[in-house]
């Protein structure tokens, strides 16, 4: 992890224990303190929301590197709006930062990478998952809590079509490079 997540992602967790009294332990069951919090900044001006994303976001993506899946933060630079996290057991990426916008602002956040990118052969099946799941309201398709359990779904669906074709990973910055970068 790098120094700039830690820092981030610690500040979240001092940021949530001040705000709702109880200290976020990079769980996924902590994820509802850190949707509360969320729901307390929500509607801030854009250069709070320029404070708090960015440290929301990496405790999202901490909490799902830990315990989702092996995942690789992508830091090209201090621009926010491009990092990502990519799964390393199958092709799946997204940008934590941009997924704690939504969750703040409790609207899409055009440019920000906050949706799950697979490969365009992968995406069939991931929608139809996605679809037999259910719907969510569109308060709950917000929520950190919500959005982790829809990633663990889109990767036990991914693994599940990689086994069906008798493929493995892992996969690494050189291969993300080359499905996304072209």
Partial sequence: ?????????????????AAVGVEPDFTPETLPLVDHYASLAGGASEPVLAL???????????????HVAEAAWYLP??????????????????????VAREALTGALAPGWGAHFETRPGDVP???AALRNAGPVTEDDYFRLSVRVEVL???????LGAMEARDE????????YAAIFER
Avoid: K
């Fill in 125 to 127: 099946s991931l929608e």
């Fill in 52 to 66: 708090t994303a960015p440290m929301v976001g990496a405790y999202f993506g901490e909490v799902v590197r830990r």
């Fill in 77 to 98: 630079d201090d621009d926010h709006a491009r990092w990502r996290l990519e799964l390393a057991e199958c092709v799946l990426r997204f940008n934590p930062v941009g």
């Fill in 168 to 175: 493995r990973g892992p996969f690494g910055r050189p291969d």
């Fill in 1 to 17: 992890m790098s120094q700039a997540i830690d820092d981030l992602a610690g500040a979240c967790v001092a940021a949530v224990r």
């Fill in 152 to 158: 663990e779904l889109a990767h036990a669906t991914l």
